[in-house]
């Protein structure tokens, strides 16, 4: 190659790599900090502590005023459905005692959905009490991973993972002391939420009792879900199955869902919803909600 032809060739594969350094975008000045981690924080009230609040003759609500924990008195040791936010698992042994029962009275928690607002001390329980967890399949898995890659909410909701001991089906029956708890199937909220059933006494009646699981669906993708392609057929069935329950008296993991209002003592439940009503205000909302992302969809 003679010296001027190999000249021009060098100097066109200067221009084209200046070029193309140039084109490059230019790089981020690194952050002087990394961001902080944020914490899942509630309201006030689902943190307020309230004493036992008597539902029927052996139901009790020991959790919040604004988060549900109910402890079931039997003949052989005590139930517990539901525990609330990772740091209440202190108050509810605390009301275990105020109801005259020691951590080893604790026989079984029972879970609705693994969120972090409800199963949150259920590993600081079933540690401190040797309680046995009971939960759906679906829930189990999530329980065992603390809430993390949960369908919604990806690892922003986690808690203190906790293994399920016993797992049950749909209309399985749980007992204890005499006690009969009926699992009933209600996904949507979580795909593996369930309700719960049992018959209690007041002033010597038969009561029965119904702790439906949650029904809403909070910020949630309803169409096209890649994880959850089935989510309004689970939610459809889950409002029928609700209004199907024995149900006497409703309670719900939060409250103010079915009008319950434990800071008013004796008259908490003096506005309470029926089973039929929950579902049909629920129903109601979840296709508000649903008719909105059908209509941003087009």
Known sequence: ?????????????????TAAVAAEPPVASAPTTLPQLQAYTVDASWLQPMEPLRIADHTWQIGTQELTALLVETQDGVVLLDGGMPQMA??????????????????????????????GPFAELKRRTGARVVASAESAVLLARGGSDDLHYGDSITFPPVVADRVVMDGEVVSQGGVEFTAHFMPGHTPGSIGWTWTDTRDGKPVRIAYADSLSAPGYQLLGHPRYPR?????????????????DVLLTPHPGSSNWDYAAGAAAGAKAMNCKTYADSAERNFNKQLAEQRGKAR
């Open 90 to 119: 202190e108050h509810l042994l605390a009301n275990l005692k105020r109801r005259g029962f020691a951590p080893k009275d604790l026989r079984l928690v029972l879970s609705s959905h693994a969120h972090t607002d409800h199963a």
């Open 1 to 17: 190659m003679r010296l001027q032809t190999f000249i021009c060739v060098l100097s066109a594969c200067l221009l084209n790599s």
């Open 231 to 247: 989510i309004v057929e689970d939610y459809r069935r889950s409002f029928a199955t609700v209004r199907a329950l024995p149900c």
